[in-house]
């Protein structure tokens, strides 16, 4: 059973291009969530999704950044016209469906994209 | 608004002792919690979980939950140089993602 897989592992955009982060969840798993990761601080919740729904976006800036989860396919997180501070570690995490919304599930992370604006 | 504090370290204990990490959560709503290790440069590992008031031991590791206190600890056995890395405690309520503090950092000696 293959764990949380995301793509690119690295990924390199100049000031101004789009980002497109990719989180393939585990089988079985339905809840997606994003969190971004600066050096040497904790992780900072993003935004938590459901196929085809957005749960709790609280965490995502209002503007530049998107989130989605489709039917079909990988959760994409999205930044557009990237600057520098956009430069971190963005780690999805899955877990599978369960009482109180997955509440007494675990939560798997996958290797993370490093994103580095130059 | 959710806070959940760490002490951020680095916590020093030397080989073979017992490393106790805690974790302080401001949400009296919060019900389930969770114990990462994440080595630098690498992604968070679940350690364990716990939901229930008292002890839930996993082989060298054991999670104590007080939720009147608004408390959560880990405590490692036998620390090995291994167990070297970061540990995040997260917390969750019903219908949200996992908040994290931002992590202690353990160093075990040989």
């Known amino acids: 059973n293959a764990g949380v897989m995301q793509n690119p592992r690295h990924l390199v955009r100049r000031r101004g291009q789009e980002a497109r982060l990719r989180c393939s969840p585990m089988?079985?798993?339905?809840?997606v969530y994003w969190y971004r990761q600066l050096p040497e601080e904790g992780l900072k919740f993003m935004v938590y999704l459901q196929k085809e729904n957005i749960i709790d976006e609280s965490g995502m800036p209002k503007e530049r950044f998107s989130a989605e989860f489709p039917k079909e396919g990988p959760s994409i997180l999205r930044i557009q016209q990237v600057v520098r501070g956009d430069s971190a570690a963005y780690f999805c995490a899955s877990s599978p469906p369960g009482t109180g919304g997955g509440l007494f599930t675990e939560a798997f992370f996958g290797q993370g994209t490093r994103l580095t604006v130059v | 608004q959710k806070e959940v504090e760490q002490n951020s370290g680095p916590l020093s204990v030397p080989e073979g002792a017992i490393a106790s990490l805690n974790c302080t959560y401001s949400d009296r709503g919060s019900q389930s919690f969770f114990w990462y290790r994440q080595y630098s440069g690498k992604s968070p590992e679940l350690i364990m979980f716990?939901?229930?008031?008292g002890d839930k031991e996993d082989g060298r590791f054991t999670a104590q939950l007080n939720k009147a206190s608004q408390y959560v600890s880990l405590l490692i056995r036998d620390s090995q140089p291994s167990d070297s890395a970061t540990y995040l405690c997260?917390?969750?309520?019903?219908?949200?993602?996992?908040?994290f503090g931002k992590g202690t950092t353990l160093s075990v000696s040989s």
């Open positions: 997260a917390v969750r309520q019903a219908g949200t993602a996992l908040i």
């Open positions: 089988k079985g798993h339905s809840h």
């Open positions: 716990i939901y229930s008031n």
